[in-house]
């Protein structure tokens, strides 16, 4: 199984970037996916989440500019982001919980590098 980000790039403060993750491999099932960022010198944190049902959760920092979204036929999850600002500027990781070979477990994309210049 594996996953696979894309999306990054430079941007200027107020536009726009939209992530895209593709899961691919033995995949039975699909639950939970997430979007996560790591900026320079910082822990990852949480950035989005949306359950198999289509049920989202923002960190308070992106609530209201960036919209997480699943595509459960293609195995894919979205992250829309919108009036970026430089905070936001962070290596972006997906990960998903996945049933393969009757094990569930969660794996991580390789990340994307989203840039936002002031």
């Known amino acids: 199984v594996q996953l696979q980000a894309s999306g990054g790039g430079l941007v200027q403060a107020g536009g726009s970037l939209r992530l895209s993750c593709t899961a691919s491999g033995r995949i039975t099932s699909i639950s939970g996916m997430t979007w996560h960022r790591q900026a320079s010198g910082h822990q990852r944190e949480l950035v989005a989440s949306?359950?198999?049902?289509?049920?989202?959760d923002y960190a308070d920092s992106v609530k209201g500019r960036f919209t997480i979204s699943r595509n459960n036929a293609k195995k894919m999850v979205y992250l829309q982001m919108n009036s970026l600002e430089s905070e936001d500027t962070a290596v972006y990781y997906c990960n998903a919980g996945v049933l393969s070979d009757l094990t569930w477990r969660y794996y991580w994309g390789q990340g994307t590098l989203v840039t936002v210049s002031s």
């Open positions: 949306i359950s198999s049902e289509g049920n989202t």
